[in-house]
């Protein structure tokens, strides 16, 4: 079996547009029904929501006969975590609260083999290379890995020029919510300095000749964001769709 190639990856290099979701439903049957509605990717949340790498692994399985990009956003830095995520089949991982270029470095190497990283290897062990069935897997993998840091405090706003000096960062992903709570403007993402502060972020990370994303549920926001030079954007989440449908439905057919 060939290697596995990571398309995610390439779009990115190339600036193509690609569209988003999170989903933390931790449901196998809710990502499959997602990972043919047309999004480019889509990122299985394991930081905020009930996942584990065992429902990261049967929501990969579910999505993997589409043709969408699967994402995992683990819930910490920690390189054991990132090494079940990539075993699992993840080849592009968003890591939450990156605040300066040595947590980049060291996460970086967390998903390369060595030298050029510290992840462990048991490629028979590995969906990702098939359990051994994947001609020179861990021969490739390193070229086939993609970290996207999330910015999202305001000391990463602070380290960003480091952060984008780190070769192993693809990509720089900006989270609202968390920015505009390190910027105390707790639950206020559309407060003008946080909007502010996210067009600097993506102008800097676009100047650096980094990709560049964010979080934007709004249209007109993200057309802004990329004429600033944004190329890849979640524009919602599982649950937001399942709710808003939801109510929307229940509110159809009440008396009240
Ligand atoms: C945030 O907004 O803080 C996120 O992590 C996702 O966009
Ligand atoms: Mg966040």
Same mark, same amino acid.
């Given at each position: 079996?060939?290697?596995?190639?990571?398309?995610?990856?390439?779009?990115?290099?190339?600036?193509?547009?690609?569209?988003?979701?999170?989903?933390?439903?931790?449901?196998?049957?809710?990502?499959?029904?997602?990972?043919?509605?047309?999004?480019?990717?889509?990122? $299985? !949340?394991?930081?905020?929501?009930?996942?584990? @790498?065992?429902?990261?692994?049967?929501?990969? /399985?579910?999505?993997? @006969?589409?043709?969408?990009?699967?994402?995992?956003?683990?819930? &910490?830095?920690?390189?054991?975590?990132?090494?079940?995520?990539?075993?699992?089949?993840? /080849?592009?991982?968003?890591?939450?609260?990156?605040?300066?270029?040595?947590?980049? $470095?060291?996460?970086?190497?967390?998903?390369?083999?060595?030298?050029?990283?510290?992840?462990?290897?048991?490629? &028979?062990?590995?969906?990702?290379?098939?359990?051994?069935?994947?001609?020179?897997?861990?021969?490739?993998?390193? &070229?086939?890995?993609?970290?996207?840091? /999330?910015?999202?405090?305001? /000391?990463?706003? !602070?380290?960003?020029?480091? $952060?984008?000096?780190?070769?192993?960062?693809?990509?720089?992903? $900006?989270?609202?919510?968390? %920015?505009?709570?390190?910027?105390?403007? %707790?639950?206020?993402?559309?407060?003008?300095?946080?909007?502010?502060?996210?067009? !600097?972020?993506?102008?800097?990370?676009?100047?650096?000749?980094?990709?560049?994303?964010?979080?934007?549920?709004?249209?007109?926001?993200? #057309?802004?964001?990329?004429?600033?030079?944004?190329?890849?954007?979640?524009?919602?989440?599982?649950?937001?769709?399942?709710?808003? #449908?939801?109510?929307?439905?229940?509110?159809?057919?009440?008396?009240?």
């Amino acid at each position: 079996m060939d290697m596995p190639r990571n398309s995610f990856k390439r779009r990115l290099a190339t600036r193509q547009w690609q569209v988003g979701l999170f989903v933390g439903m931790a449901n196998a049957c809710g990502m499959e029904i997602l990972a043919g509605a047309g999004f480019d990717w889509l990122v $299985i !949340d394991a930081e905020h929501s009930p996942n584990n @790498p065992a429902s990261v692994l049967a929501q990969l /399985q579910a999505a993997a @006969p589409y043709p969408v990009q699967m994402l995992v956003r683990p819930m &910490s830095h920690d390189p054991a975590l990132i090494k079940q995520y990539l075993d699992a089949g993840a /080849q592009t991982l968003l890591l939450p609260m990156v605040d300066d270029a040595a947590q980049a $470095i060291a996460l970086a190497r967390a998903m390369r083999y060595p030298p050029e990283g510290i992840r462990g290897v048991a490629a &028979s062990m590995a969906r990702a290379a098939h359990w051994n069935g994947v001609t020179g897997y861990v021969k490739q993998a390193n &070229s086939e890995v993609c970290l996207v840091v /999330q910015v999202e405090t305001r /000391q990463g706003l !602070d380290k960003l020029d480091g $952060i984008l000096a780190v070769e192993g960062v693809d990509a720089v992903f $900006i989270g609202p919510a968390d %920015l505009a709570a390190s910027l105390g403007h %707790l639950g206020e993402s559309g407060h003008p300095e946080v909007r502010a502060a996210i067009e !600097d972020a993506l102008r800097r990370i676009v100047a650096a000749g980094k990709a560049a994303g964010v979080f934007v549920t709004d249209p007109d926001l993200a #057309a802004r964001y990329r004429e600033l030079g944004a190329s890849f954007v979640a524009v919602g989440g599982d649950a937001m769709l399942l709710r808003g #449908a939801a109510l929307k439905l229940a509110a159809a057919f009440r008396d009240n």
